[in-house]
């Protein structure tokens, strides 16, 4: 499985794009910087087929409208983050970005369970609320694309609106109880592996 990881905007916003085969591509979150996202495909032949989002916030949208209308492809989002996608104030862009706000135009919504199928290859929705109430996991193979939820060592943010320590603590019980081992790439940060944060993450020993 190839995985590129781009990082995107002011706030070092992870961005992946996932090979489905010589062609065609995933892309999960575009943060600021779509143009460079735009340049990579280019340079590498590919052409995305969907946009899978981890959460609602702004660095992690900023990009997605460009992408979008570019290749006509449709943009998933847990159905409790939509709002965010046209509110600025929602998604935090009045305080994570000095650019004009740029709303998506057209989404689709998935929930937990959620299995969505791309030239063969699966991706399958995780509902891990916490640092927002529409915060997943997208699993695909030994991938596992953690947003704002699990980072390296650490754990994304609650104490913005509609976080919630009491849903973080549940959703990292639930990636604890995950058999097996997976990449872990998060949405900040450097990658890592489930094993590793099962075993060195201070929040995911305590639950």
Known sequence: MEIQRLVLGDLATNCYVQKLNDTHCIIVDIGAGAPVLLRFLASKQLTPVAILLTHGH???????????????IPVYIHEMDVPMLSDKDRSLAVWLSQDPFQ??????????????????VTFQVLHTPGHTPGSVCWLSGNALYTGDTLFHLSRGRTDFP??????????????????GDYRVLPGHNETSSLAFEKKHNPMMRGV
């Open 162 to 179: 509609g976080g919630s320590d009491a849903q973080m603590l549940d959703s990292f019980r639930r990636l604890k109880a995950l058999e």
């Open 58 to 72: 702004y660095d992690h949208t900023a990009g997605v409208e460009m992408v979008r209308e570019k290749f006509d």
């Open 103 to 120: 709303p998506v135009q057209a989404w689709q919504t998935v929930a937990d369970q959620t299995v969505l199928t791309f030239e063969g």
